[in-house]
T-cell receptor, first 110, second 115 residues
């Protein structure tokens, strides 16, 4: 069963704007990961945040984790057309298996 | 470093036929995963191998799906007989192994259409 749920399901923004998407999950986790999937391609790992971390940055990406609320957010700053993709959160409950949400589809308009 | 290789990229079959997918993980990666991704959904884990042993196949429909990873390197996933609801993208992923949280590296996937 899929543990994570992303919100919103879809997001359309102008190039240069920021994009924020959220992920909620049900049970305690060891770490949470975000992946990107371009149309017709495999998934690419973006960032991993451990359960004892609250915030992590990687380039234009910022991820937060609130274990008390069982939620995470992914912020993409200064979006580009190449950021058009589906974004998935995946939770690891310390069994090295990932449970993916249904994803947020982001469209960046030129 | 070469990525995860999968073949074929696309396959169209009729229901009740059989089909096989092949995956070659990144060299040295001990853990291999097969996922099913139905359109509009996230990937769902079908089976996880650690070297050539099965770690988890709880979500694999064993009446029609089978998978093997001989010699702990490449792997095949088979469906026999296929049903309409098996239409999906089948993704293979690998990671270095257990012990620490690792990202997973995904192949491009095989898009299966069952008619």
């Amino acid at each position: 069963s899929q543990q994570g749920e992303e919100d919103p399901q879809a997001l359309s923004i102008q190039e240069g704007e920021n994009a924020t998407m959220n992920c909620s999950y049900k049970t305690s986790i060891n770490n949470l990961q975000w992946y990107r999937q371009n149309s017709g391609r495999g998934l690419v790992h973006l960032i991993l945040i451990r359960s004892n971390e609250r915030e992590k940055h990687s380039g234009r990406l910022r991820v937060t984790l609130d274990t008390s609320k069982k939620s995470s957010s992914l912020l993409i700053t200064a979006s580009r057309a190449a950021d058009t993709a589906s974004y998935f959160c995946a939770t690891d409950r310390n069994d090295y298996k990932l449970s993916f949400g249904a994803g947020t589809t982001v469209t960046v308009r030129a | 470093e070469a990525g995860v290789a999968q073949s074929p990229r696309y396959k169209i079959i009729e229901k009740r036929q059989s089909v096989a997918f092949w995956c070659n993980p990144i060299s040295g990666h001990a853990t291999l995963y097969w996922y099913q991704q139905i359109l509009g959904q996230g990937p769902k884990l079908l089976i996880q191998f650690q070297n050539n042993g099965v770690v988890d196949d709880s979500q694999l429909p064993k009446d029609r799906f089978s998978a093997e990873r001989l010699k702990g390197v490449d792997s095949t996933l088979k469906i026999q007989p296929a049903k309409l609801e098996d239409s999906a993208v089948y993704l293979c992923a690998s990671s270095p192994g257990t012990g620490v949280p690792y990202e997973q590296y995904f192949g491009p996937g095989t898009r299966l259409t069952v008619t």
